[in-house]
Each structure stands twice: as C-alpha cells, then as structure tokens.
C-alpha cells in the first residue's frame, strides 16, 4: 500500500467499543500509518485510557467540549491532513472491520478509480449489523448506473452517498471541498459530504469485499416513520440538516420534496403530534442554516 492512510476515529463516551475499535485497526492485513482518534470530552476514562496508550501510530485530539461526529470527523481530518496523510479512512467508535477491509478498501478503490473515466470521489465498506445481516441505516444510496463496474468485473457498486462507517476520502478530494460541515453536529453529516464530494465528478463506489460490523443495539434504518420520544433528539439534528442541504446545494424544489416526505413519513408511523410539530420547527429552520465548509492549506506540516 504506497499512499499514507490515516484511520480517523471519533468517540464519544464508548470505551470499550473504542477499545474494541483499536484492536481491529491494529489487526489489518496493513495497518494505517496513522490512527487518529478524536475524543468528543468523553467521561468515562477515555482520556486516560488514550493517554496511557503506548503506540507511535495513534494521534489523539481531546476535545473540551462535545462537537458531536460532525465537529470530531471535520477536527480529525484536518489533523490527518497535517499529518501528510493520502487517503483518510473515516469510522465511528463502533466500526469494526475485518482484517482485511483497509486492504480491500484500498484497492478496490483504485480499481474503481481506474475505471471511471472522471475517479470516483469516494469509496465504502459493506456495512453489517450481524455476521449476515446488512446494517440498514449504513447501506449507500446506489447510483442509477450501480451496475457499471460490476459489469466490467469488479466487486464493487457505485453508489450516491455514505455514511462515516468504513468510508474512504482522498487528499485531492479534501483539497476540493473543504472539511466536512462541524455545524451539523451529528446526522446527515457524512451524506452530505459524500454529495459535496461527487457534486461535478461522479458517483462514489462500495467495495463489496470490504466489510465491518457496525455495532448498534438494534438493526434500523434512520426514517421519519421510527421517531420516538428517545430518538427525537437525532431526528430534530436530521431534519434540519438534511433539510438545508437540500435547500442550499440543490434546490427549493429539491427541499420542497424533502419536507413533504418528512410529513408523509411521519404520519405513515404515527408519530405523536408533538413530536411532528418539532421536527417541523426544524425542518423550518433549515431555510436559515446554511453553514459553510472550512477549507483545508495545500501544504501539511508532518508530527
């Protein structure tokens, strides 16, 4: 593997699944150059336990406050790039990857790279909630020509968007678009990114022989049908920066769409009109949120 990786981990409050984290990163067929953990002001001893950790790959960033994954990937990323990193491959702290996922992400990408007459901004693993089972709330958006490199033999799809669980950006693609939006603080974070990435290239592309487990409690997808009174919270974060995007990088027509999908969700898993009225405040407030991506220096000063 000749490009430099730097494995970007965001935690929060989860230190035995970060712990968990580390050791697959660590048991790649080839390991990153780098691992560049983000601590969002955990309170659990990660802190301690980061600091007490001996190994001259691991880079850790502690965070006074908690920035959510949106601020902790966009502050890890940069601290990747002055690293000198080339590739930069991005994972919550509970990611797991096979032992062989870097290596099939890598190449995989390159392959696709190859293919595509304009590259491919971005790759993915094939995400897993269970040992057979597909991680609903991680599996990309195909693009509507997914087939292409599977038709030339590759074991790969192209696909829109997704999410920060497994995902693979280059140096040239974060050169071009800046970091990824710290505003949103958690949910449609990575999707945005993954669009801001292919806006004037192209589709990104999952490598299906490249695979991690997301360790969740439970195998859902993110829709506006499930809002409950425990996941509001996420929901209200969503629906404002989804919103937004849709209406600032696409179009009123485009956020129009959004909104009344947001409503017919909601009343198809009749969710309390509390709750409705919320997420509707948020999805009205996304017309004035509109932040703006930091951009990264061309010249990295190596740790």
């Keep these: 593997m000749s490009q430099r990786v730097a494995a970007v981990v965001v935690t929060f409050n989860r230190l035995e699944k970060l712990k968990t984290v580390?050791?697959?990163l660590r048991a790649q067929t080839t390991p990153p150059e780098w691992i560049v953990v983000v601590d969002n002001a955990s309170t659990d001893g990660?802190?301690?336990?980061?600091?007490a950790e001996v190994d001259p790959t691991l880079d850790v960033t502690r965070l006074e406050e908690?920035?959510?994954g949106a601020g902790g990937f966009a502050t890890g990323m940069k601290r990747a790039y002055d690293l000198g990193a080339d590739l930069f491959w991005l994972m919550d702290d509970d990611c797991y990857p096979e032992p062989a996922a870097l290596d099939e992400l890598v190449r995989g990408h390159a392959a696709a790279n190859a293919a595509m007459p304009g590259g491919v901004p971005f790759a993915c693993s094939l995400v897993y909630f269970d040992h057979d089972?597909?991680?609903?709330?991680?599996?990309?958006?195909?693009?509507?020509?997914?087939?292409?490199?599977?038709?030339l033999g590759q074991r790969a799809v192209l696909v829109q968007t997704c999410s920060f669980v497994s995902a693979l950006y280059t140096r040239e693609t974060v050169e071009?678009?800046?970091?990824p939006l710290r505003e949103y603080f958690i949910w449609f974070d990575d999707a945005a990114y993954a669009r801001m990435a292919g806006n004037g290239i192209g589709p990104g592309v999952c490598i299906l022989d490249s695979k991690v487990m997301h360790d969740t409690p439970n195998n859902l997808s993110g829709d506006f049908s499930k809002i409950d009174d425990q996941n509001i919270w996420k929901f209200a974060y969503g629906a404002r920066n989804e919103g937004s995007y849709h209406l600032h990088h696409e179009s009123v027509l485009s956020y129009v769409r959004?909104?009344?999908?947001?409503?017919?969700?909601?009343?198809?898993?009749?969710?309390?009109?509390?709750?409705?009225?919320r997420i509707t405040g948020r999805l009205l407030a996304a017309i004035r949120f509109d932040p703006k991506p930091e951009s990264v220096t061309r010249t990295a000063v190596a740790a």
């Design 22 to 24: 580390l050791s697959r």
């Design 46 to 51: 990660t802190k301690e336990f980061l600091a």
């Design 66 to 68: 908690n920035t959510g």
């Design 133 to 151: 089972e597909l991680a609903e709330m991680n599996i990309a958006a195909p693009d509507w020509k997914w087939a292409r490199l599977w038709a």
């Design 176 to 179: 071009r678009i800046g970091l």
């Design 258 to 277: 959004f909104f009344v999908r947001a409503q017919l969700l909601m009343h198809r898993g009749r969710v309390a009109l509390r709750l409705r009225r």
